[in-house]
């Protein structure tokens, strides 16, 4: 077998940056190129700077290097593509559009998609969302990826091009801090604890959303590609759980560990986006398919990243 050669975009993201990692970890440092419009400091590996809008610029790494899968991690999420909402869907669907030409064109045979809960909207059921229901996204990243998802789907069907996708929920690392999204709360949240600051929430006390700890997402993104193709049924894109809690419940499993934690709420604009979201989601096809479970509840994923905080905190100190 020959050996794969990845191309990750955004690479420089929340996602991206751990991603790398892993992928760095099976494919080996030299078989995976990372790629963003900046590079971060601390990173080490082949990285080129990237502009993903840029069709001419994307071929030329796919040659250069003789790219055989593209993880698309690059794209503006929920809460800041409301700024700007003409600009963030031309964002999100020129560069998936150059990557799924690119690869279609140029012998690429693995692409991954990262999808959101954001694809569904108002009208769902909102416990335990099933795959399928009828998506109506209240935002413009929200209606990027669902269309993204159809898009995928049609690549797959009309020309063969393996592309696979996971509807992330909330994803909580302690290596990267997200940036533009509706769940950001629940990252900002333990860097102001460990720091013994209080923190001001944007989300009401009692928003119950999806959330999935890094590891966990990241594992799910790497079983799902090595899955063998005859065991994907879902071309769009797969719900995927990992816990549902909502800022109360999270305020109090860090207060176990920091009893004087204080946390206000300040609801803004992403209190709306929020409620139009799944509380939790029905997984099951992905557990049917290709063996999904998740490991991390609350409770492991609080003092996992409190313990990682801490160590990052101490050995370096800075604030955000
Ligand atoms: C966001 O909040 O926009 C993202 C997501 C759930 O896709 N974290």
Redesign the pocket.
Known sequence: MNQDVILITGASG?LGIVLTEKLQEKYGIANVIATDLRCNTEFKGQFEILDVTDFDAIKTIVLKYQVTQIYHMAAI?????EGSPLSTWDINMSTFFNVLEVSRLNQVNKVFF?????VFGDNIQRENTPQSPNLTPT?V??IS?AAGENWANYYYKKYGLDVRSLR????IGYQSL?G?????YAVDIFHKAVNNEAYECFLNATTM??MIYMEDAIRATIELMDVPKEKITIRTSYNIAGMSFNPKQLALSIEKSYPNFQMTYQPDFRQD?ANS?PMSIDDSQAKNDWNWQPKYNLELMTADMLKNLENKYNSNPITI
Do not use: F, H, R
């Open positions: 929340q999420l929920s809460a800041k593509g990262p999808s959101s809960i954001a935002t990243y929200g990826k992330y929920p909330g994803v997200p533009g999204g509706t769940t950001d959303l999806p986006i979201w």
